[in-house]
């Protein structure tokens, strides 16, 4: 009876999830591991030219790890299960990394102490994609964008607001090219 589960296990959601989880455990046992998968400065200074793929692993502590692999799960499921999962890993990754390098261009010209960690950006280049594939809940998405990134600034907590909001449009815009 539990052969027959509707959901598979092995789905690149759920890799992803666990090559994060295993690249945040790495960030923490290696001195300096958010530095070093986190995107700063050291990509030009130092040609560490893989921060804008590492950043997307790397995270700020384990609420931030937990939040981000939870909506993966729900929107990255969702658009793999419907759009396939090679439509999947494309906007992932083209959209991840292009957000990563949109938002070095901030932090580099308008605040360059920031070292940027998280899967936000790529997450919300999946939101960004379902809000143009889903004009009904375009305005939710949107107002959840709103509240994910202006809510935590209200209260102290350093968030990458740009780089939620780059990633927005540039899954809008992903969705756009690929419809």
Request: with cysteine.
């Amino acid at each position: 009876m539990l052969k027959n589960l509707s959901k598979p296990t092995f789905t690149a959601v759920n890799i992803i999830i666990a090559i994060t989880v295993i690249a945040y455990l790495i960030q923490e046992a290696i001195p300096n591991g958010g530095l070093l998968m986190g995107l700063n400065a050291y990509f030009v200074v130092y040609d560490f030219w893989w921060q804008p793929l590492s950043t997307m692993f790397a995270h700020g502590g384990l609420m931030h790890l937990a939040m981000n692999m939870f909506v993966l799960y729900q929107f990255g499921s969702i658009i793999e299960r419907y759009r396939g999962t090679k439509e999947f890993l494309i906007l992932y990754f083209v959209c991840g990394l292009l957000t990563s390098i949109l938002s070095f261009g901030y932090i580099y010209f308008l605040d360059p102490q920031v070292n940027l960690v998280g899967a936000s950006g790529a997450i919300c280049a999946l939101l960004g994609y379902v809000a143009y594939l889903d004009r009904a809940q375009r305005g939710g998405i949107i107002t959840w964008v709103l509240l994910i990134s202006v809510a935590p600034l209200l209260i102290g907590l350093p968030i990458a607001w740009y780089a939620h909001f780059i990633g927005l449009a540039v899954g809008f815009i992903f969705g756009v090219i690929r419809r």
